[in-house]
């Protein structure tokens, strides 16, 4: 089952059940209030763009990205989703004034290795343990744990790296193209641009 969802860039988008039920969690619903602009807001107040509406459009052109490629080589439905879901929460951790907020706020209150991505992966623990429709709709998708590791990979493969062969646990080499949907760290040229 797919919602519609008007967008005045993407027109009209149809989105799975499970990202909807991502979307409808309290953790994603509160990137409306988290401007993707961050304190340039102020300065420039029209600039309204908002985490809410840039993550359902990246979510959105990972699905289309993926049925392109999807007519030159096999991919499945599980992997689509599981694109999708990385667009849709990758940018789930982000706080208050976005960059500004782990650039100027986080980095003196932590000595931890903090960043957006690895508090979006924590959020997507979070939102999975927590909310039982979730855990149902997962289910129901057939997404299994590797799929979870899939995305979550997806959404941080800043941290890994190629010094010894394939890092990634979620899929093998021969599906490499699949984790520069979202967040290419080769070329930079992804969805989220």
């Given at each position: 089952?797919?919602?519609?969802?008007?967008?005045?860039?993407?027109?009209?988008?149809?989105?799975?059940?499970?990202?909807?039920?991502?979307?409808?969690?309290?953790?994603?619903?509160?990137?409306?209030?988290?401007?993707?602009?961050?304190?340039?807001?102020?300065?420039?107040?029209?600039?309204?763009?908002?985490?809410?509406?840039?993550?359902?459009?990246?979510?959105?052109?990972?699905?289309?990205?993926?049925?392109?490629?999807?007519?030159?080589?096999?991919?499945?439905?599980?992997?689509?989703?599981?694109?999708?879901?990385?667009?849709?929460?990758?940018?789930?951790?982000?706080?208050?004034?976005?960059?500004?907020?782990?650039?100027?706020?986080?980095?003196?209150?932590?000595?931890?290795?903090?960043?957006?991505?690895?508090?979006?992966?924590?959020?997507?623990?979070?939102?999975?343990?927590?909310?039982?429709?979730?855990?149902?709709?997962?289910?129901?998708?057939?997404?299994?744990?590797?799929?979870?590791?899939?995305?979550?990979?997806?959404?941080?493969?800043?941290?890994?790296?190629?010094?010894?062969?394939?890092?990634?646990r979620g899929r093998p080499k021969e599906k490499?193209?699949?984790?520069?949907?979202?967040?290419?760290?080769?070329?930079?040229?992804?969805?989220?641009?």
């Open positions: 089952m797919t919602y519609i969802f008007n967008d005045p860039i993407h027109g009209t988008m149809e989105l799975d059940r499970l990202l909807v039920c991502f979307i409808d969690t309290p953790e994603f619903q509160r990137l409306r209030n988290i401007k993707q602009t961050g304190v340039a807001y102020y300065v420039y107040p029209g600039a309204t763009h908002n985490r809410f509406e840039h993550c359902i459009g990246v979510c959105y052109l990972a699905g289309q990205m993926i049925d392109k490629l999807s007519a030159q080589t096999e991919i499945t439905r599980i992997d689509k989703l599981c694109v999708q879901i990385a667009g849709l929460l990758h940018d789930i951790g982000h706080g208050p004034f976005s960059h500004m907020f782990h650039d100027s706020f986080i980095s003196q209150m932590t000595a931890e290795n903090w960043s957006h991505e690895l508090q979006s992966c924590r959020i997507f623990d979070h939102i999975v343990r927590k909310h039982e429709k979730i855990q149902n709709a997962i289910t129901a998708a057939g997404i299994g744990e590797l799929d979870l590791i899939f995305i979550k990979e997806l959404i941080n493969s800043q941290d890994y790296t190629y010094n010894e062969g394939w890092p990634f490499s193209f699949l984790y520069e949907i979202v967040a290419n760290e080769r070329t930079g040229i992804d969805v989220d641009k």
